[in-house]
């Protein structure tokens, strides 16, 4: 390599930039940077937005012994990502700023009023510019109901688990929750992408969801009917190494509340889909989580609407039912409300799920749908944490895809568009208690980025103008994912 470096033309070698791409097949191109400064990548000197072959670029390397944690290490292997629109996952806009990776760290975030700080970083020797001049980059996205090592009652494919956190990826997700599924080959699942065996988002993980065999599900489930029965799933779960533990909805209040402080007790947090129990129970109760915005249950109506359900309904999957019979104003879903902020219980309404149910069944769905967007708008509007989650692969939901879609779908609830791209990062990472190092941009946490071409605060859709995605530090071939 050095031989081909030192017959470049002499000016090259000496020019004052930084960086020359040579996408010449046989060639190391980080070889090349170690040696020589060229000049800057912007999207004016590609054959398209940021280049298919940027997309292409390995994880930065270095000559020197690997930082620890707390170094910030200035001399190799800088990623500049510049001229660019920073929306950072908290609310915040900052515009013509310049974000700083090295390895898989942002070492910093610089506005435009700090010239002198990007004179001495730009300079460096082995520092790789893009110019990033009318793009937008926000944080990796989160998928917080993403089955992805199956749900249904033998169905785990491993074809279909890497093809989903392939496109999870593709798609700009850096972090996913999968809230149920074969313990085992769940935990397997995590550990592979982990150790890098599978390429995907890092997963955060329940086990087989714990039920009682009153109410049949077609899921993964272990039933369980009893205090001990409870205890002894949950340590077992425990010892397999899952980070939470999945309740549904045949438990009755008290094997719900028995599962809250086991858990606990064990470190592990918990994640309802309820029915026997309320909301308002469960968020009393200090559950964690609960999941899917129509919080289908008998004890969320009136009286007199709660004799008609039960008379009525088939249990609870009844939802056109429930929904047309809950006063979305009523006492018992704003003593609900009240208790999940209270308690701060966080809540992801996969508002894809309800508009899927909706779209099956268009003479009910018309009339419902409108009441699942304004209970969502409500519980924003409260003060309830809501994460974005997609529920897939249910309801033939695409992985990836229709992430982007649930954010829409918030959009069309009357979310502000700043406060979706919030809820689907830092609400996720705080969720997961992983905020001190994920979730928005910022000096010291994970390089998990998303460039795009337009504006997402503008319009909540141009989540999907992706032209590039870091993860951990590394930049995606996201159209090597996508053919997959």
């Excluded at 300079?123 to 199956?150: C, E, Q, R, W």
């Excluded at 779908?409 to 502000?416: Q, S």
Aim: charged residues 20%; negative net charge; hydrophobic residues 35%.
């Amino acid at each position: 390599m050095s031989k081909f470096v030192t017959s470049l033309d002499k000016k090259i070698l000496t020019n004052s930039i930084t960086i020359i791409l040579i996408f010449s097949i046989g060639y190391n191109i980080f070889d090349v940077f170690t040696f020589v400064k060229a000049e800057r990548i912007s999207p004016s000197n590609t054959d398209n937005s940021l280049g298919e072959s940027l997309l292409e670029l390995p994880p930065l390397k270095s000559n020197k012994a690997k930082s620890t944690q707390n170094d910030t290490d200035y001399s190799h292997n800088l990623l500049i990502l510049y001229n660019t629109n920073t929306i950072d996952g908290d609310s915040n806009v900052r515009s013509n700023s310049t974000i700083i990776t090295s390895g898989n760290k942002i070492i910093d975030v610089i506005d435009k009023d700090s010239p002198d700080k990007y004179y001495f970083y730009k300079n460096n020797t082995n520092s790789i510019l893009i110019d990033l001049s009318g793009k937008y980059i926000i944080p990796g996205l989160f998928d917080m109901h993403a089955h992805v090592a199956g749900v249904m009652k033998n169905s785990f494919n491993q074809t279909y688990s890497d093809e989903a956190l392939q496109r999870l990826l593709a798609f700009g997700i850096t972090t996913i929750r999968n809230p149920g599924g074969p313990t085992e080959l769940s935990g397997g699942l995590k550990n592979n992408v982990s150790s890098e065996k599978v390429t995907g988002p890092q997963i955060f993980t329940a086990g087989r969801l714990l039920n009682s065999p009153n109410i049949s599900i077609p899921f993964v489930e272990k039933k369980v009917n009893s205090v001990s029965e409870v205890d002894e799933e949950i340590n077992n779960q425990a010892k397999a190494g899952v980070d939470f533990i999945k309740l549904y909805v045949g438990l009755t209040p008290d094997l719900v509340k028995e599962a809250i402080d086991k858990a606990h007790s064990l470190g592990l947090k918990v994640i309802g889909h309820l029915y026997l129990t309320s909301w308002t129970e469960a968020a009393n109760d200090k559950i964690d989580f609960l999941t899917h915005g129509v919080p289908v249950s008998p004890y969320l109506l009136s009286s007199q609407n709660r004799e008609t359900f039960l008379k009525y309904g088939d249990g609870p999957f009844a939802h056109f039912l429930w929904l047309q019979l809950v006063s979305v104003n009523g006492k018992e879903i704003n003593e609900m409300i009240e208790s999940l902020v209270k308690n701060n219980v966080y809540v992801d309404p996969t508002l894809s799920v309800y508009e899927s149910m909706a779209k099956d069944d268009p003479t009910n769905g018309q009339h419902i749908w409108p009441k699942v967007l304004q209970l969502t708008k409500k519980m924003y509007d409260n003060g309830v944490k809501l994460l974005t989650g997609t529920d897939i692969p249910n309801f033939d939901l695409a992985p990836g895809k229709s992430l982007h879609h649930e954010l829409e779908l918030l959009a069309n609830a009357g979310i502000p568009t700043s406060n979706i791209i919030q809820i689907a990062t830092k609400n996720g990472a705080e969720a997961l208690g992983i905020l001190n190092y994920t979730g928005t941009i910022e000096k010291g946490k994970e390089a998990d980025l998303i460039v795009l071409s337009s504006n997402p605060v503008e319009n909540i859709s141009n989540t999907k103008s992706i032209e590039l995605i870091i993860n951990n530090g590394k930049i995606v071939n996201r159209n090597s994912l996508l053919s997959k």
